[in-house]
């Protein structure tokens, strides 16, 4: 960061998803020397799922953050199918973004509710886990220097409940390790990246379903 951000604007064509992100990681080019900019953050956290046996579509999600990451996942899970996605955030600079999140998503999915709600609001972050089906950590709690905390309280973790987070370093976060305790199913970040770089090697073929899944979305 900021050069993912920059970069979306810097070339010829850019992908659904990464035009609702806003950032692409990845940069193709056509046999015409035209570039086209990706992100493959969002398919290689689906990805990661499927790979435990999870998918999005008809889930209820709650997703911890609102940067870069958080983004990809929010989009992607929408274009996927998800029922409802739920954003918590800590009223900073990144909530605004969180905000714009929720607008786009809501003019691009229809079919996916979106929310956003400050993190610090502990009735509404505990209800929200209560009832949704997969929890996500897209922020750098758990990593060092952060290493040894976590978001939510290990009481709201229940054995029906899928816990993902982004982090890959440490492999297993606090937050990864109460959710094996509690007995859920517990992903961590480092499938994310390995599928994002799988991804990567053949962007377009990934493209291709996103356009199909937008299309869907918007039942053009």
């Not at 999600?61 to 998800?82: E, K, S, Y």
């Amino acid at each position: 960061m900021p050069d993912k951000t920059a970069a979306a604007g810097l070339v010829d064509a850019i992908s659904p998803a990464a035009k609702l992100i806003g950032a692409c990681n990845t940069v193709t080019v056509g046999d015409d020397g035209k570039l086209t900019g990706h992100n493959t953050d969002g398919i290689g956290f689906v990805q990661n799922l499927r790979e435990h046996a999870v998918e999005v579509c008809g889930k209820r999600l709650v997703v911890l953050g609102a940067g870069g990451a958080a983004t990809a996942i929010c989009v992607q899970a929408a274009l996927n199918g998800a029922q409802e996605i739920a954003i918590f955030n800590r009223a900073d600079e990144f909530y605004v973004n969180g905000e714009r999140t929720v607008e786009k998503l809501c003019a691009a999915v229809p079919a996916c509710r979106v929310s956003i709600h400050p993190l610090e609001d502990a009735e509404a972050l505990e209800s929200a886990v209560k009832d949704c089906d997969i929890l996500v950590k897209a922020t750098k709690v758990g990593m060092k220097p952060l290493d040894g905390q976590s978001l939510v309280d290990a009481k709201l973790l229940r054995k029906d409940l899928v816990v993902a987070d982004t982090v890959y370093n440490p492999r297993k976060t606090l937050l990864i390790e109460q959710a094996e305790s509690a007995g859920c199913t517990a992903i961590g970040g480092i499938g994310m990246l390995l599928w994002r770089g799988v991804v990567a090697k053949a962007p377009d073929n990934a493209v291709t379903a996103t356009t199909d899944a937008l299309n869907a979305a918007l039942a053009i």
